[in-house]
């Protein structure tokens, strides 16, 4: 079972950035496709971005296209998600996850299967 904590979260304000790491460890890291989440407060938690199990092909809601880019490192387990741009709707917690599975279609968007989730890191953009 691999243990994931994610780091990095914080306070910024519209316009700027702020990169997020998660570490992993109990696990083979390089088994995993690896995601990123969030959860406004109220709000449903949704799927943010992912990065293949050798890093070459990515995901990304179209919300944060252009703006956010996720990174893996299998020498040091862990993911990233650089933040850009940011608005105050990217206001969430923040996790990372260690999926199994990964897919997505214009009509059925995202589909997944997580084996093991973060514990969250609160990120808060000031409008």
């Known amino acids: 079972q691999v243990q994931l904590v994610e780091s990095g979260g914080g306070l910024v304000q519209a316009g700027g950035s702020l990169r997020l790491s998660c570490a992993a460890s109990?696990?083979?890291?390089?088994?995993?496709?690896m995601g990123w989440f969030r959860q406004a407060s109220g709000k449903e938690r949704e799927f943010v971005s992912a990065v293949s199990k050798t890093g070459i092909s990515t995901h990304y809601v179209d919300s944060v296209k252009g703006r956010f880019t996720i990174s893996r490192d299998n020498a040091k387990n862990t993911v990233d998600l650089q933040m850009k741009k940011l608005k105050a709707e990217d206001t969430a917690v923040y996790y990372c996850?260690?999926?199994?599975?990964?897919?997505?279609?214009?009509?059925?968007?995202?589909?997944?299967?997580?084996?093991?989730w973060g514990q969250g890191t609160q990120v808060t953009v000031s409008s």
């Open positions: 996850a260690a999926l199994t599975r990964l897919t997505t279609n214009p009509t059925m968007g995202i589909q997944y299967t997580a084996e093991n």
């Open positions: 109990g696990g083979t890291f390089s088994n995993y496709i």
